[in-house]
């Protein structure tokens, strides 16, 4: 099976996000981007339904600036046969229907029997990207999936908790899935695997190629207009209480009135 | 300019669900009095009567079963009905079914598109405004979509839900022969319904109850559950709880669990890891009991109770069973 999975580099869940100076979008200077969250998990799916069918292999794809790189050379030290960079604009862009396009035009180039990724970034949480590949290259997509498994060369079954109950399916591939996080502990990566990575060759697909092929598609249509964090927390306002009764009334007389939040 | 908003109806045993009817709430709000909100469905007759009393002034309905109903489906059959109803604006439920269309109907019918919005206006010819949550509520960004097609998924529970209203639909029937062939492959092959009484899952729920290490064993772990289920909450954990194995990791709230961003947070005998609060700090607000007055949880809670869990929680749940009128247990 020729397995791509879709990976982009986030910020590490530590770190302290802030505005750029013209406060339309998240500040990259002086951020770690790792992969990491939903991606992570996508990347050790992909690498055990390899182990499970001799003969598969996992092709890493990325798209956006250069910080793609290191999180490809991150898959590939985790067991990903080999890794491509599609290069974003230059003025950078965030549009989650233009990075579809920009992957799908690669994705008709590549070999893929399946295409995995998160059911959604962990930055921007938009969970359009793969639906909108799918769309692109005419194949069913299946977002929010979990306990993927392959049923023979030509099919996978997975289930999908919705508001419902949990669904289970049967999919023909080609197709694209979008993976709930995965509670499989993705693995870590072997330091020898980490320093071979470094030299790994990735594949840059650059932006004039892309934008060629996208013509009047390669203008995003979907702009920050601007970041907010909210304002720290001060610190919990601290209930005094003798008995638990006490506390017990006192908490609920303030989620009632002050914090309107009691149901 | 008179808009046509469209919304992807989903329902449920008959009825329309909540994120349906809060999409009928914001379709009427942005199409104003001069423009008109259309509703799509794949539910066929039954789902008729359900729409027919939100004054919807027309209907597309294909009858899709559950089965069959793939992402790429649906997708096709919505963009035929926002074509044929010249919408401006297609809006869909933030549930697992509507996020899942957005980014297929995007590109099917050549839109911009955005989800998880809690905020959205028409700002111009071509141009909406929207806002939403993003680093699981750490921040949040406004957006600008341009263009004439605009597809927007909202967030659950972000808007209020439409009033019901009499009207008599027109009713248009749509064809299924758009529906791509690829996607007559795929089958849903069963649907194990949620357990009535389970409590609403983790990320739907308003409210969520946590616990964590300082409920001391799994035995203990039944009184966050009646607190939990005191306040119609869901049930979450810190990560020290499910390595431990007192509740299996879907209950794992945080880094490497799941983000949730409630009304109320109670976090019960959590010390706070940073981890942990990623994953709730944009939650509206936060509840902290905790026997360690410098928990680094204090520093993120709205409220704090410093005290052994173990005999605030009883007391708790008795006075939130009496306030909202419930039996005692």
């Known amino acids: ?263 | 300019m008179t808009p046509t908003v469209l919304v992807l109806a989903e329902t449920s045993g008959g009825l329309l669900t909540g994120p349906t009817k809060e999409a009928i709430g914001v379709a009427r709000t942005l199409a104003g009095s001069d423009g008109s909100v259309a509703a799509v469905t794949m539910g066929g007759p039954s789902a008729l009567e359900a729409l027919a009393s939100f004054g919807l002034k027309e209907v597309w309905m294909a009858d899709v079963p559950p089965e069959a109903a793939t992402s790429g489906a649906v997708a096709a059959l919505a963009a035929h009905a926002a074509d044929e109803s010249r919408a401006a604006l297609v809006l869909l439920g933030g549930t697992t079914f509507g996020r899942d269309v957005t980014g297929r109907l995007a590109v099917r019918w050549g839109a911009a598109a955005a989800t998880g919005v809690t905020e959205v206006a028409i700002t111009g010819p071509e141009e909406v405004h929207v806002r939403r949550p993003v680093y699981g509520g750490r921040a949040t960004e406004s957006r600008r979509l341009v263009g004439p097609r605009t597809v927007i998924a909202l967030r659950p529970h972000a808007f209020a839900e439409a009033a019901a209203s009499a009207g008599t639909p027109t009713v248009h029937a749509l064809d299924r022969s758009v529906i791509p062939v690829t996607e007559g492959a795929a089958r849903r092959r069963s649907l194990a319904p949620a357990e009535p009484g389970s409590g609403p899952s983790l990320s739907d729920a308003t409210i969520v109850v946590s616990g964590g290490r300082g409920m001391r064993a799994a035995e203990n772990f039944h009184l966050i559950e009646e607190l939990a289920q005191s306040l119609g909450a869901a049930v979450g954990a810190s990560r020290a709880v499910t390595d431990a194995g007192w509740r299996p990791t879907s209950f794992q709230v945080g880094q490497t669990g799941r983000a949730v961003s409630p009304q109320l947070y109670i976090a019960v005998g959590i010390s706070g890891a940073i981890q942990h609060v990623v994953g709730m700090v944009s939650s509206r607000t936060i509840v902290a009991i905790n026997t360690d007055p410098s928990a680094p949880i204090f520093k993120v809670a709205d409220y704090g109770l410093v005290g052994d869990a173990l005999t605030i929680l009883p007391a708790l749940t008795r006075e939130v069973r009496k306030v909202r009128g419930l039996p005692a247990n």
């Open chain 1, 1 to 263: 099976m020729e397995i791509v999975v879709l990976i982009k580099p986030i910020p590490e869940a530590e770190s302290r996000l802030r505005a750029t100076p013209d406060g339309r979008g998240p500040e990259p200077e002086g951020i770690k981007f790792v992969l990491a969250g939903y991606d992570e998990s996508a990347v050790e799916q992909a690498l055990l339904l390899k182990e499970s069918l001799p003969g598969s292999s996992v092709h890493a794809v990325s798209f956006g600036p250069a910080r793609c790189e290191e999180t490809l050379r991150a898959a590939i030290a985790l067991g990903a046969d080999r890794a491509t960079w599609v290069e974003g604009p230059p003025e950078g862009s965030d549009d989650p229907v233009l990075a579809a396009r920009a992957l799908a035009a690669t994705l008709q180039t590549v070999p893929h029997d399946l295409v995995l990724g998160g059911k959604q970034a962990g930055d921007d949480e938009e969970g359009i990207v793969p639906g909108a590949i799918a769309e692109l290259l005419g194949i069913p997509s299946f977002g929010y999936v979990t306990d993927l498994r392959s049923s023979g060369p030509s099919g996978l079954t997975f289930l999908r908790p919705t508001e419902a109950g949990v669904e289970q399916w049967e999919a023909p591939l080609p197709c694209v899935v979008g993976l709930q996080q995965a509670w499989n502990d993705p693995r870590s990566a072997k330091l020898p695997n980490i320093l071979k990575s470094r030299k790994a060759p990735i594949l840059k697909v650059d932006w004039p190629t892309t934008s060629t092929a996208l013509a009047l598609e390669a203008k995003p249509r979907s702009i920050g207009e601007k970041f907010e964090l909210p304002a720290p927390r001060t610190g919990a306002k601290m209930i005094e209480f003798k008995t638990p009764e006490e506390a017990a009334e006192k908490l609920v007389r303030l989620l009632r009135e002050e914090a309107k939040v009691f149901p």
